[in-house]
């Protein structure tokens, strides 16, 4: 009898699709041209195609994002007030969840975005000055997002444990789930980590079970490293 087929070689099998939005958004847009819900529908529609998924079951899209801020605060130095939730960012944060909401098979997450006060803009001091005089211009809230990463890390392992999903699709960079990945393959499925032509930590490529680039042709697809001590 010959070796088993790897599932993704499976049509019954399921996948859930698990975006953190922080990192896609950077990936795929910028500060001047943000990303909209269009550009992640194009995304998905060519993920969903990929030679690994095209035969299988798709069981969730889940997107990772934090809620725009709707406090206000006191602006340093020139004084004044900054109402966060009607700066450029928090309102196209807003339509892009208003959007992704409309997309089928999508379950928005949401963490929140919490201020912590005001920050020097980076590159402003440098070690060889001995004397700065600092500007409005020069400062920039200190904004932190909370929630998101423990949401991503307790799905993968709910979606696993319930057998929701045979295979879980990873669209990150962040090797803080390195731990949910190797929960996830410890409890039999398969872990495939989505990239954008960008390099991946060696630690997330070890505990993957396949890599997609969606920037590659299909034949450029590689395997990632297997680790038996996942």
């Known amino acids: 009898m010959g070796s088993p087929l790897p599932a993704y070689w499976r049509p019954h099998v399921k996948y859930a699709v698990l975006i953190d939005g922080g990192f896609i958004k950077r990936k795929l847009g910028s500060q001047t041209r943000p990303m909209t819900a269009t550009e992640v529908s194009r995304f998905l529609d060519r993920l969903k195609a990929h030679p690994a998924l095209v035969n299988l079951s798709l069981h969730r899209i889940y997107w990772y994002d934090a809620q725009p801020l709707e406090s206000s605060a006191r602006r340093p130095l020139r004084g004044g007030r900054v109402d966060f939730s009607s700066t450029r960012q928090a309102l196209n944060s807003k339509a892009l969840l208003r959007d992704l909401c409309a997309l089928p098979n999508v379950s928005i997450r949401r963490g929140e975005l919490v201020f912590r006060g005001w920050r020097v803009r980076r590159g402003r001091l440098s070690e060889r000055e001995q004397n700065v005089t600092l500007v409005a211009a020069d400062l920039e809230p200190n904004i932190q997002q909370k929630g998101v990463d ?76 297997v680790s038996h001590a996942a």
């Open 150 to 225: 423990m949401r991503i890390g307790l799905d993968i392992a709910s979606l696993t444990m319930k057998r929701h999903a045979d295979v879980i699709v990873l669209v990150s960079g962040d090797s803080d789930f390195v731990p949910a990945m190797k929960f996830a393959r410890r409890e039999g499925a398969q872990l495939f980590l989505v990239t954008f032509g960008h390099g991946v930590r060696p630690e997330m490529l070890e505990h993957s079970d396949l890599v997609l680039d969606i920037a590659a042709e299909p034949t450029r697809q590689r395997r990632a490293p």
